[in-house]
């Protein structure tokens, strides 16, 4: 049996403090800002930005909807918001969807926004034409849940998925895991294999279609592009939306529990069949199973 390293005992103590941070207003701020006055960090941006765009432009298709999660505050939101008509932007931070609003109002755009976890997407089934997850699989840290968010994922898409991935094979992470050997303090990121990715895409009814590497020597992240073999479209809910929030997002939105029912307006909140409500706060829906009320009185 294999024992537990002390950095896998503190990853999950480590996840929650990360989440934490950018929940706040001063955490999204520093993570927006790091990208434009880090140099390797604008340099990356410009790259990944170029690359995302190229493999939105290979699925040969404009989106009619497209699900961004997670969205961050919005610095590739410039380069995802014109392969759609309409976009719903979801991350975990309200703060970091305040700073995206900015961004999409400053291009003309008013996305749908939404408050919720990776592992319990608020959407019904293929709600989404298209889906795109950049930058997350590599921070979670137990395998099973990297697999299960990349089911969940694939769950609300109808079409076409690209996600990005830190590849176990790649040369970046071969030397990462050969330092830390060697003492460094720096851990090795979290990876996917090839054929486990491939593999969950085709139990979730997905092929492999493309894959592209940031970078060959100097990243370890590959941009992947998996489509629906068998494209149907979603069963959309009905009755009248909120006050403020845009149709396209109401039809789509199901209670994140283990349910997946609908959810109805009731007192400037969202209400589930049992009466329980999810808080919205600032016209952004706060859809974790966590912030769950027993009624719309809190």
């Given at each position: 049996?294999?024992?537990?390293?002390?950095?896998?005992?503190?990853?999950?103590?480590?996840?929650?403090?990360?989440?934490?941070?950018?929940?706040?207003?001063?955490?999204?701020?520093?993570?927006?800002?790091?990208?434009?006055?880090?140099?390797?960090?604008?340099?990356?941006?410009?790259?990944?930005?170029?690359l995302?765009?190229?493999?939105?432009?290979?699925?040969?298709?404009?989106?009619?909807?497209?699900?961004?999660?997670?969205?961050g505050?919005?610095r590739l939101?410039?380069?995802?918001?014109?392969?759609?008509?309409?976009?719903?932007?979801?991350?975990?931070?309200?703060?970091?969807?305040?700073?995206?609003?900015?961004?999409?109002?400053?291009?003309?755009?008013?996305?749908?926004?939404?408050?919720?976890?990776?592992?319990?997407?608020?959407?019904?089934?293929?709600?989404?034409?298209a889906?795109?997850?950049?930058?997350?699989?590599?921070?979670?840290?137990?395998?099973?849940?990297?697999?299960?968010?990349?089911?969940?994922?694939?769950?609300?898409?109808?079409?076409?998925?690209?996600?990005?991935?830190?590849?176990?094979?790649?040369?970046k992470?071969?030397?990462?895991?050969?330092?830390?050997?060697?003492?460094?303090?720096?851990?090795?990121?979290?990876?996917?294999r090839?054929?486990?990715?491939?593999?969950?895409?085709?139990?979730?009814?997905?092929?492999?279609?493309?894959?592209?590497?940031?970078?060959?020597?100097?990243?370890?992240?590959?941009?992947?592009?998996?489509?629906?073999?068998?494209p149907?479209?979603?069963?959309?809910?009905?009755?009248?939306?909120?006050?403020?929030?845009?149709?396209?997002?109401?039809?789509?939105?199901?209670?994140?529990?283990?349910?997946?029912?609908?959810?109805?307006?009731?007192?400037?909140?969202?209400?589930?069949?049992?009466?329980?409500?999810?808080?919205v706060?600032?016209?952004?829906?706060?859809?974790?199973?966590?912030?769950?009320?027993?009624?719309?009185?809190?």
């Amino acid at each position: 049996m294999r024992m537990k390293t002390s950095t896998e005992d503190d990853a999950p103590r480590q996840v929650a403090a990360t989440l934490a941070h950018y929940a706040s207003a001063a955490g999204a701020k520093s993570y927006s800002t790091k990208y434009h006055e880090i140099p390797h960090k604008r340099l990356s941006m410009r790259t990944e930005g170029r690359l995302l765009d190229r493999a939105l432009a290979a699925m040969g298709r404009r989106h009619a909807t497209l699900l961004d999660m997670p969205s961050g505050p919005g610095r590739l939101y410039p380069v995802i918001a014109p392969h759609a008509d309409f976009t719903v932007e979801c991350d975990y931070s309200v703060e970091m969807l305040k700073l995206l609003r900015g961004v999409a109002l400053e291009l003309g755009r008013k996305p749908g926004l939404v408050s919720a976890d990776c592992f319990e997407l608020p959407f019904v089934d293929r709600a989404f034409e298209a889906v795109v997850s950049i930058r997350l699989s590599h921070h979670v840290p137990a395998e099973e849940n990297r697999e299960r968010y990349l089911r969940e994922i694939l769950r609300v898409c109808e079409r076409d998925c690209l996600f990005t991935f830190f590849d176990h094979a790649s040369v970046k992470n071969r030397v990462r895991r050969l330092r830390s050997l060697l003492g460094s303090s720096k851990r090795a990121k979290y990876t996917m294999r090839r054929e486990r990715v491939e593999a969950v895409a085709s139990e979730c009814g997905f092929s492999w279609r493309e894959s592209w590497p940031l970078s060959r020597l100097f990243s370890g992240h590959r941009f992947t592009w998996l489509r629906r073999r068998e494209p149907t479209p979603p069963r959309l809910s009905g009755g009248p939306k909120p006050e403020g929030l845009d149709e396209r997002l109401f039809a789509r939105l199901a209670d994140p529990g283990r349910s997946q029912g609908p959810l109805r307006a009731g007192g400037g909140r969202l209400v589930r069949a049992d009466g329980a409500a999810y808080p919205v706060e600032d016209g952004i829906p706060v859809l974790h199973v966590a912030r769950l009320m027993a009624d719309g009185s809190r």
